[in-house]
């Protein structure tokens, strides 16, 4: 027997003993939070007032020593406050230190997906798209070589279907298709070349957003702060893009 004659029955049957068992009721179900995903970095979030948005494929671009991946720290783990979220470290340059609390411990709600080696960082668009599709993460994040035009649509045909928020970040430029939202990072001249391995610091950044369809963007400096933990060490696979570490 069908579930839509079980539940036909079972209606008929509660007609009979309660009357008008099924009516439709003043107001609406509360709908799944759609907000976006803010930094918790006060200028980033300034910048961005609505974060990164559900249902869209975010771009963030911008060199080494920029502040991408401080900035990209604060979000993830911000975002593991309100659900669960998927980083592919499709070029496994993160290191994976940074990822970790104060107990040394990454949080429950973050997976990380990384390539058996770093030359196949290609593959992070796949990963990222076979992630979307569980409907079980509500940010996705792919670090590493930007996806085509092709699985770009593909993956933002996702998000939206799913409800999730995308977001590539990458360090190049161009990326051969637009984004609902982009965002820029570049170091600040003043700055000094390079990192010190285990340093803590803070370093000005000028970040740049703007979203598809608008002519003008919104420029800020923005502080970022990079304080790694000094009692994880990193995994002896991980690499590091930092200039000093690979020097």
């Not at 991946?69 to 070029?91: G, K, N």
């Amino acid at each position: 027997m069908s579930a839509a004659v079980d539940l036909d029955r079972l209606r008929t049957q509660l007609e009979k003993q309660f009357g008008s068992a099924i009516a439709p009721l003043p107001g609406r179900a509360p709908e799944r939070e759609r907000a976006g995903f803010r930094a918790g970095v006060r200028a980033l979030d300034q910048l961005l007032p609505a974060g990164v948005p559900r249902r869209a494929a975010t771009l963030w671009t911008g060199e080494a020593t920029s502040g991408r991946t401080a900035a990209l720290r604060a979000l993830v783990w911000a975002a593991c406050r309100r659900t669960r979220v998927a980083l592919v470290d499709a070029t496994r340059t993160l290191d994976p230190a940074d990822w970790c609390g104060p107990d040394g411990r990454s949080h429950p709600a973050l997976w990380v997906a990384r390539p058996p080696a770093a030359d196949r960082g290609g593959e992070g668009a796949w990963v990222a798209e076979q992630l979307l599709r569980t409907g079980a993460f509500g940010l996705v994040v792919l670090d590493g070589p930007p996806p085509d035009p092709v699985g770009a649509h593909r993956l933002r045909a996702l998000a939206r279907e799913t409800d999730a928020a995308l977001l590539v970040s990458t360090g190049e430029a161009g990326a051969g298709w637009r984004a609902d939202l982009r965002l820029e990072f570049r170091r600040d001249p003043a700055a000094a070349p390079g990192l010190r391995a285990g340093a803590r610091f803070r370093r000005r950044s000028h970040l740049r957003a703007a979203k598809v369809g608008s002519a003008e963007g919104r420029t800020r400096a923005v502080e970022l702060a990079h304080e790694p933990p000094s009692l994880v060490r990193p995994a002896p696979c991980a690499g590091d893009r930092r200039p000093a570490a690979r020097a």
